[in-house]
């Protein structure tokens, strides 16, 4: 596997209040927020997300870390890491936020996300603050 970029996803109910503390006291810059998720950026290659937990995401940690590695080919990624002998909690999946996506753990119980990017569906379009969506 060869990332693109990487980053941690921090899983809170404070997402506001994250939001707001790391664009206030950090200079952080918001690139995506669609209320349950924001994306906050540093610099070039420099990001960190914050993310409510989901009911409907049961490979979604309630609270904790999540890594984010962003790839250039989601699926052929998932089939060498299936050859390679990992399970991943499911198969890839495209979502409407921007991506198509799937899940595993590492040996310490950190969730790591793998995905492509992909075209946000029309809802999620408006959440990317920076420029062009995806």
């Given at each position: 596997?060869?990332p693109?970029?990487?980053s941690?996803a921090?899983?809170?109910?404070h997402?506001?209040?994250?939001?707001d503390f790391?664009?206030r006291?950090?200079?952080a810059r918001?690139?995506?927020?669609?209320?349950?998720?924001i994306s906050?950026?540093?610099?070039?290659?420099?990001?960190v997300?914050?993310?409510?937990?989901?009911a409907?995401?049961p490979?979604?940690?309630t609270?904790?870390l999540t890594?984010?590695?962003?790839v250039?080919?989601?699926?052929?990624?998932?089939?060498?890491?299936?050859?390679?002998?990992v399970?991943?909690?499911?198969?890839?999946e495209d979502?409407?936020?921007?991506d198509?996506g799937f899940a595993?753990?590492?040996?310490?119980?950190?969730t790591?996300y793998i995905?492509?990017?992909r075209?946000p569906?029309p809802?999620?379009?408006?959440?990317?603050?920076t420029g062009?969506?995806?």
């Open positions: 596997m060869r693109t970029t990487a941690p921090i899983i809170t109910p997402v506001a209040a994250s939001r790391y664009v006291h950090l200079g918001l690139a995506f927020d669609c209320g349950w998720f906050l950026e540093f610099g070039p290659g420099l990001s997300q914050f993310m409510e937990p989901q409907d995401q490979t979604c940690a609270t904790g890594y984010n590695f962003c250039a080919d989601v699926d052929a990624t998932y089939k060498e890491l299936r050859v390679s002998g399970t991943p909690d499911a198969p890839p979502h409407p936020w921007g198509r595993l753990r590492d040996p310490n119980g950190v790591l995905y492509s990017d075209e569906a809802e999620f379009r408006a959440a990317y603050l062009a969506a995806q």
